[in-house]
Nanobody
């Protein structure tokens, strides 16, 4: 089993920034693809960004240029830097880790990001 614990959420004004972190433990290894989804209030969960073990990244078009995903394999942590935040970025942000060989996926509990003036 893999445990994922997110941190870094909070309340920020429009135009502000936050850095989310997700620490993995348990039977985690660096051949997991890691990433972030988000779920706005009353809406479906949507992909934000992913990063694989080689450091290759993927972003949903609407997030490109504002969000940056990175990973630190020494600490089994993935980060999501959120810049130029907008009220529509308000959501619960969830970290996931998917084992490349088996596609087994683990989820964190989520961290709330609220963008409001």
């Amino acid at each position: 089993q893999v445990q994922l614990v997110e941190s870094g959420g909070g309340v920020v004004q429009p135009g502000g920034s936050l850095k989310l972190s997700c620490a993995a433990s348990g039977t985690f290894h660096n051949h997991f693809v890691m990433g972030w989804y988000r779920q706005p209030p009353g809406k479906e969960r949507e992909l934000v960004a992913t990063i694989n073990s080689s450091g290759n990244t993927y972003y949903v078009d609407s997030m490109k240029g504002r969000f940056t995903i990175s990973r630190d394999d020494a600490t089994n942590t993935v980060h999501l830097q959120l810049n130029s935040l907008k009220p529509e970025d308000t959501a619960v942000y969830l970290c996931y880790a998917q084992e490349f060989a088996t596609s087994v996926t683990f989820w964190g509990q989520g961290t709330q990001v609220t963008v409001s003036s």
